[in-house]
């Protein structure tokens, strides 16, 4: 069987090279990881089973086994010069006393990907044999072999579990036609079954989401017609990555465990990259569009190469557009490695498991794939496809489960599917997305790479708009070049261009600005001006719906923003994470929202059929979801109109339901949008809700501890709500830097960002923080480790705030090292746990360290607690809990200093008991509170636990709105 080595890589090929050596020679081979090499990927010393047979006997003594491949081999003539001119190289090293080469070996084995032809006495393999024949004598060689192209692929035939290993890299492009040809155990039944998946995946996922609306023939956008590949950072090393080319990049190497395991981490240029990675971003930043996108770039590599006769027309031309017009224009190219990518949504599969506790995610891609297939797919089947073809693994939206149980038991799942994987040495890669609001690091950080996708930069945003307006004009170039127009002259004004920071908000900025000169200058305003073309374009038929359309304006806004607000209460509740309404519920919905109008039951139920109808067939804003129901495909828009909803109410009924939701992560993006339309449209509101919010920061022991609204306030500030009232914006600034009172967490990073932005242009602002970091400084206490966090954020730039900050941070610092012992230790802790730039040259040298058990901390302050044997129990369950995160006590110095592991958070469901308890609660926050200074990373540690427990409480069902208590 021939295979196609040119895909591997110069790095795989050496891994499948020694992957043969030791299968061929015997186990003495001795494999070299990544890093410089010496001229060997692997060596032997002593005998081996090779060559067999042979009339000079088997090989006995030291052998080097060297791997050469070539980018893009041409014909054999060409093959030929190169080969030897490697080779040719490689010899001279060991020639050369000052090469540093070392050792000169006794056998002698080249390895290659070029074809070398047969032909005696002039072919390439002749030549190639001639030159070492040359060299053997001067290198003391007393054997040596050259496996060139056809050699290995016959030494592949006969160790067909090394060649597994390679499948997804070596097998020919036509593979999903001759699966039995190349994996055991697969019928054509199984083969039919996969194929025709990725085909029907492949067409039923090419448009974008938001695509539909807005055009004015309906038509909808290709995906790959305006998608661009989007920024991210990376986490670990702060460098900025395109993501998609990220990802292929990473799939294009072999990723299972038993290879991984070869290679050698101890060098310093050893590589052993991550299987698993977390794309991290914010409403709209398109995760599940680059998700979708990645998906469908893999499916094009299963299926561009089969024969033409195989595919129907339409996937045909599909493939050829998309790889002759997208992937050059995105700067992308197709995977070398032939991935099978399967998509999960969260929220659909943890409804599943919900109602099926035995629904594991291997079962649920079963019978996900037996859907759209001829023939039923089993586990067990795939569970043969998962270790023997390598696969990519989608893990979409885990911001999207809400309910804190049923998401600890989703990551069970997941881990399970990962054991199981495992044991089969698959070659997965598995990407998982997520909102970072609400997010504890519940995919482990040791175990998955994090990307964060980055705000669109100007280019990249007219970019996108430029690729939008192509496939949305394509006709009309003068209609393209006005609407571009307007886009570019936005994108160079501050206060639109923060609007053009997403994918989502770009597409809405463009379809408004087809019918509007200006663009809208908050994210509120977008998202309703978004709304109000919709409702227009549909009016402007002049047909009988859009007469009706325009005559019940009022009802079919109150029936969306119902809707929204009924599923974003709903989607908190376990079973109910993908959320949405049957046509019965919706009918109801309608008719209830005529018969507060006083409308007679009559014309009530006449009247809700015909406004259902125009609000999801006309507005489209609601459409078929894909486990049942009617709902919002876009979850940015359910928040939206949850928005409008809540602040459709009575003034008393709009504060108090937003106070309810302040500490509320799930809720958060819908407060956003609220508090936009409060500020432009009930502008009477302003001050007492920005009051009144203050309220969730006293309603009890764990909210005095966390102060919700306080994280609120940055928030707020973040979204430049108040940013036309000074203010307005000084009070939210007065609000926010409360948190500087507080234990230093990772949340001052941000703070620091948000607050220089509001500083820089509202001077009044600018006085109150001056003001509280002054006193923080002086007070040589809990503030001013806070305080010299945010000012290490500000020093390194450029500017007057970076110079106070530095001073600042300076005159800190010195307090706190001559208040004692105890603050010594305690400003230590700060670049041990906050790598920040401008604390290096504060950072103490470690002399040892040793695990520090958290029961060891608290169990002398909790023996002072009076409590009853109920709360002792529960207090110790908690603690038990919380001491799964990593704590450290080092031996600097400067002290001994505490350092505290984030990434390994608890199972906060396991937090549930305790924490619900108010006297436990008391008890624990009493007990944080009396931590000494220098344990600052320990409280800080357990308040982001106590206010990731808090964010994730469901708080929708406590909403004081009629629609709630009938539908919620």
Same mark, same amino acid.
């Given at each position: ?51 067999? #047979? ?42 050369? @006393? ?23 006495? !002039? ?133 299972? &465990? ?9 060098? #310093? ?13 914010? &409403? ?27 595919? @129907? ?163 009309? &170039? ?23 920071? !997403? ?43 859009? %007469?009706?359309?325009?005559?019940? *304006? ?69 459409? #078929?979801?894909?486990?049942?129901? %009617? ?76 102060? @919700? ?69 002086? !007070? ?23 110079? *106070? ?59 002072? *607690? ?10 110790? *369950? ?8 990593? %704590? ?17 958070? @608890? ?6 008991? #305790? ?54």
């Amino acid at each position: 069987m021939d295979y196609d080595l040119n895909r591997l890589g110069e790095r795989e090929f050496e891994h499948l090279t020694q992957a043969l050596a030791i299968k061929v020679l015997g186990p003495g081979v001795e494999a070299f990881g990544d890093g410089a090499d010496g001229g060997r990927e692997a060596t032997f010393e002593g005998k081996v089973d090779f060559p067999d #047979p042979d009339p000079d006997g088997l090989w006995e003594g030291y052998g080097v086994i060297q791997a050469k491949f070539r980018y893009r081999p041409t014909d054999t003539g060409s093959n030929t010069t190169w080969l030897k001119g490697h080779l040719k190289d490689e010899f001279e090293k060991w020639l050369d @006393p000052n090469s540093g080469r070392g050792r000169r070996p006794d056998y002698f084995l080249a390895v290659s990907n070029v074809v070398l032809s047969p032909y005696p006495g !002039s072919g390439g393999i002749d030549s190639v044999n001639a030159l070492i024949e040359e060299y053997a004598p001067q290198l003391g060689l007393k054997g040596y072999r050259v496996w060139h192209y056809d050699q290995l692929c016959r030494l592949l035939d006969g160790a067909p579990e090394v060649a597994r290993r390679y499948y997804g890299l070596i097998t020919p492009g036509d593979v999903l036609a001759r699966l039995h040809d190349y994996i055991r155990g697969v019928d054509d039944g199984v083969q039919d079954s996969l194929s025709s998946h990725v085909a029907k995946e492949l067409l039923a996922e090419q448009w974008v989401r938001l695509g539909q609306a807005g055009d004015s023939d309906d038509q909808r956008l290709r995906l790959d017609r305006v998608a661009i590949d989007l920024p991210a950072r990376l986490d670990r090393e702060g460098t900025k990555v395109h993501t998609a080319a990220y990802v292929i990049a990473r799939g294009n190497r072999i990723l299972r &465990p038993s290879l991984r395991a070869q290679d050698d981490t101890s060098s #310093p240029d050893a590589t052993s990259p991550s299987d698993r990675l977390v794309l991290l971003g914010g &409403p709209g930043q398109g995760k599940t569009t680059l998700a979708q996108l990645i998906c469908q770039i893999y499916r094009v590599a299963l299926l561009a190469d089969l024969p033409d006769q195989s595919l @129907p027309a339409e996937v045909r031309s599909f493939c050829a557009e998309f790889t002759g017009a997208f992937l050059g224009s995105a700067g992308l190219e197709l995977p070398v490695a032939r991935r099978w990518p399967f998509h999960v949504r969260l929220d659909q599969y943890a409804d599943r498991f919900a109602a099926d506790p035995n629904m594991t995610i291997l079962r649920y891609i079963a019978r996900k794939v037996s859907q759209r297939a001829p023939a039923t797919v089993t586990e067990q089947q795939l569970l043969g496809w998962l270790g023997q073809w390598p696969w990519l693994l989608v893990l979409d939206g885990l911001d999207e489960v809400a309910d804190q149980q049923l998401r600890e038991e989703l990551l069970r799942h997941i881990k399970d599917f990962q054991v199981d994987a495992a044991r089969r040495d698959a070659d997965l890669l598995t990407i998982a997305t997520t909102r970072p609001q609400g997010y504890g690091d519940e995919f482990d950080p040791y175990q998955y790479e994090y990307l964060s996708l980055c705000p669109l930069e100007e280019d990249q945003a007219v970019k996108y708009a430029e690729r939008l307006a192509g496939a949305r004009h394509a006709s009309d &170039p003068d209609k393209q070049e006005q609407v571009l127009g307007r886009i570019r002259k936005a994108a160079r004004e501050q206060r639109t261009s923060r609007l053009m920071r !997403s994918p989502l908000q770009i597409s809405i900025m463009s379809l408004l600005l087809e019918r509007r000169p200006t663009a809208p200058q908050h994210r509120y305003d977008l998202f309703r001006g978004y709304y109000e073309t919709l409702f227009a374009r549909e009016v402007a038929k002049a047909t009988g719906s859009a %007469i009706l359309l325009e005559h019940h *304006k009022t009802h079919v806004d109150a029936l969306q923003e119902a809707v929204g607000l009924v599923l974003q209460v709903r989607s908190e509740q376990r079973g109910d994470a993908e959320a949405a309404l049957s046509d019965k519920e919706l009918r109801q919905l309608a008719t209830r929202i005529l018969r507060q109008e006083e409308y007679d039951a009559d014309q009530a139920d006449i009247l809700s059929g015909k406004l259902v109808s125009l609000a999801t067939q006309r507005l489209v804003l609601l459409t #078929p979801m894909p486990a049942g129901g %009617i709902g919002f495909e876009i979850r940015s828009l359910q928040e939206f109109m949850a928005a409008r909803a809540l602040v459709s109410a009575s003034d008393i009924e709009v504060i108090a339901n937003l106070v309810t939701l302040v500490p509320s992560a799930h809720w958060r993006n819908t407060w956003l949008l609220a508090a936009g339309r409060i500020f432009l449209e009930r502008a009477h509101l302003r001050g007492d809700v920005l009051s009144q919010m203050r309220s969730a920061d006293v309603s009890d022991a764990l909210s005095r501890a966390i102060t @919700p609204a306080a994280h609120l306030a940055v928030d707020l500030l973040e979204e430049q709500i108040a940013e036309t009232s000074p203010r307005y914006q000084t009070l939210l600034v007065q609000h926010a830097v409360e948190l500087l009172r507080k234990t230093p967490g990772r949340h001052l990073v941000p703070l620091a960002d948000v607050l220089a932005s509001v500083m820089a242009q509202n001077p009044t602002a600018s006085d109150v923080v001056e003001a509280e970091i002054s006193d923080a400084v002086a !007070s040589a206490g809990t503030a001013t480790l806070s305080v010299l966090i945010v000012c290490a954020t500000w020093a390194t730039g450029t500017g007057t705030l970076a110079g *106070k900050a530095k001073s600042w941070l300076r005159q800190g610092v010195a307090n706190l090292r001559t208040a004692g012992r105890e603050r010594q230790q305690a400003v230590a802790g700060l670049p041990v746990n906050f790598r920040l730039s401008a604390f290096r040259e504060y950072e103490p040298h470690e002399q040892s360290s040793e695990p520090v058990a958290l029961s060891a901390v608290l169990d002398p302050l909790l023996s002072e *607690k009076d409590l009853d044997q109920r709360e002792r129990q529960l207090t110790r *369950k908690a603690v038990e809990a919380l001491a799964e995160a990593g %704590i450290w006590r080092q031996e600097t110095d400067g002290g001994r200093v505490i350092k505290v592991d984030h990434r390994h958070l @608890p199972d906060l469901s396991l937090l549930d008991g #305790p924490f619900e308890d108010q006297q436990v609660m008391k008890t624990l926050i009493g007990v944080v509170d009396a931590l000494g200074l220098e344990h600052w990373p320990i409280a800080s540690l357990l308040r982001r636990v106590l206010g990731l427990w808090l964010e994730r409480r469901p708080v929708g069902q406590r909403i004081s709105m009629p629609i709630i208590s009938d539908h919620g």
